[in-house]
């Protein structure tokens, strides 16, 4: 869609509304898919055998292609059509995970996982570029980031719940199962109300050296990362490694700058939002995973939470997130700016995890988790759409999709760094305390309380890149409409 639609029929304008929705679950049917299966793996591992070590493929596998692919995705949308991308990666998406539900062997369930992370990639990469072209408005624009903010940090604690509910009712085979309504639904309403994008053209930007290079970094960054809590940091394996995916993206940065076409432009980073707006979302999505990732350890481990419990535990996250996301963001983002907005919602998330760092070994829901499950909700609720406009800010409407799947993959490569950190050092913390005679339930606690300490350190960091890097943004006025220069479309 292009600009026009700010200005057409009431109808045309509900249309775009509803293309909305239609890519918000989309993107929920990629998040939820995430969360609902760390819920079901005990149950898949008694089903199919794995062990501990292997366990950890399911969902590392979708993890690895994921997060390599991303960037990609977001390229190939702007240059062959992002409606055209999404609807591939739905149908990907939709065939491994028939694939995966009907899977009785490890190899065909960890094969099929891969596959569905390749799918997630090329739908998800595309959806933030196609709502900045359908929203040129700015006013519209940062509503509909907000709602699409929601659904990308909301959807988690969504999944906890919903896997909770299959696994325990049915078996682990429907978290699989239930994609497939909903993206046959998905893609047939997308082919009707999202419009058909040629793109810019294969010939503008195929870069075949360059896609090689940083897919194969990230993928094998992701790998490395995901793969260092079991070898360690220092083990020459993830040094070696680490040099290597390092060695490849520095020769993917040389040749962008020397490539005529090139996959990935470097001039977007010349926009120091759009740098600091990424950076910020790598330290602020590796520190939440103190709460999302060591809260759900935490209820299970020590509180003795099953699976629907720690769902419905997270569901006030959820709730929280929705209403300032969707609502309230929107209007801070509109009449303060995003900055602004953007720092007093980190500090919500901060204050979270302090609080959660002091939880004890005979905790209670009320006492010791409720608060910091708000706390961080109202942070996430204002900072991910803040973080999302201004990572937009500095792409034109042809390198929309590039930037949507650069956002995309610094949330992913922040949530696989927080996952290996935060998990490494719990476990060491833990074991150094069970050493020391300190019993189970109170040498686990010690390692999460670490890791929410150190998840706590990472938002702190993510607070000075904001403070420090970010552009400081005029407020618009009520009777004025901000500058162009500060919309989501050209901050260079």
């Known amino acids: ?12 304008d509900d249309r775009r509304w509803l293309a909305l929705v239609v890519l918000c679950v989309g993107m ?10 760390n819920v079901a793996l005990p149950s898949v591992q008694d ?68 596959v569905q992370g390749v799918g ?47 696994t325990e009712s049915i078996n682990w085979h429907w978290i699989f199962f239930i994609n497939l309504p909903i993206a046959i639904g998905t893609a047939l309403a997308a082919t009707r ?69 090139p996959l990935m432009p470097l001039h977007i980073f010349r926009s120091r939002n759009v740098s600091g707006a990424n950076l910020v979302q790598v330290v602020v999505v590796a520190g939440m995973f103190g709460m999302f990732f060591m809260g759900t350890l935490y209820l299970e481990r020590v509180l003795g939470f099953d699976p629907l419990e720690i769902g ?23 009449r303060y700016g995003a900055r602004v907005t953007l720092v007093p919602a980190l500090v919500f998330v901060l204050m979270g995890l302090v609080l959660f760092a002091r939880a004890p070994v005979d905790g209670t829901y009320l006492a010791d988790v409720l608060a910091p499950v708000i706390l961080v909700g109202i942070g996430a609720g204002l900072a991910f759409p803040s973080l999302m406009t201004l990572a937009m800010s500095g792409a034109t409407p042809a390198d929309a999709g ?17 996952l290996a950190v935060l998990a490494t050092l719990a ?12 019993g189970t339930a109170s040498a686990l606690t010690g390692g999460y309380r670490l890791a929410f300490l150190v998840g706590a350190g990472l938002v702190v960091a993510g607070i000075g890149i904001a403070l420090t890097v970010l552009r400081s943004e005029r407020a618009p006025q009520a009777d004025a409409r901000p500058a162009r220069s500060e919309l989501a479309y050209n901050e260079c």
């Open 28 to 37: 929920l049917m990629i998040v939820l898919d995430v969360t609902v299966v």
């Open 402 to 418: 590039l930037a949507s799947g650069l956002v995309n993959t610094t949330a992913q490569v922040g949530g696989a760094l927080g």
């Open 427 to 438: 476990t060491s913390r833990t074991g150094d305390l069970l050493a020391s005679g300190e």
């Open 193 to 261: 109300l999202i419009d058909a994008d040629e793109g810019i053209g294969i010939g503008r930007g195929a870069d075949v050296l360059g896609a090689v290079l940083v897919t194969g970094s990230l993928m094998l960054g992701v790998y490395t990362i995901v793969k260092a809590s079991e070898f360690g940091w220092g083990a020459t394996r993830t040094l070696g490694l680490g040099a290597v995916s390092l060695a490849l993206l520095a020769a993917f940065i040389v040749r962008q700058a020397r490539a005529a076409n």
């Open 120 to 166: 997630g990639a090329m739908t998800s990469a595309v959806i933030l570029g196609m709502i900045v072209t359908m929203f040129p408005d700015p006013k519209e624009q940062a509503k509909a980031i907000g709602i699409y903010g929601f659904v990308a940090s909301a959807g988690g604690s969504i999944g906890l719940l919903a896997g909770g509910v299959l």
């Open 47 to 114: 089903d199919l055998g794995f062990s501990q070590s292997n366990l950890a493929w399911v969902v590392n596998a979708y993890l690895i292609s994921f997060g390599g692919l991303l960037l990609l995705a977001g390229r190939l949308g702007d240059l062959i059509g992002r409606r055209r991308v999404f609807l591939i990666g739905l149908g990907i998406f939709t065939v491994a995970s028939l694939l995966c539900g009907v899977a009785q062997s490890q190899g065909l369930l960890i094969a099929a996982r891969f």
């Open 312 to 334: 419905f535990a997270f569901l006030p996250a959820t709730i929280v997130m929705g209403i300032f996301s969707a609502g309230l963001s929107a209007r801070l983002n509109e």
């Open 1 to 12: 869609m292009t600009a026009e639609h700010a200005t057409t029929t009431p109808a045309a």
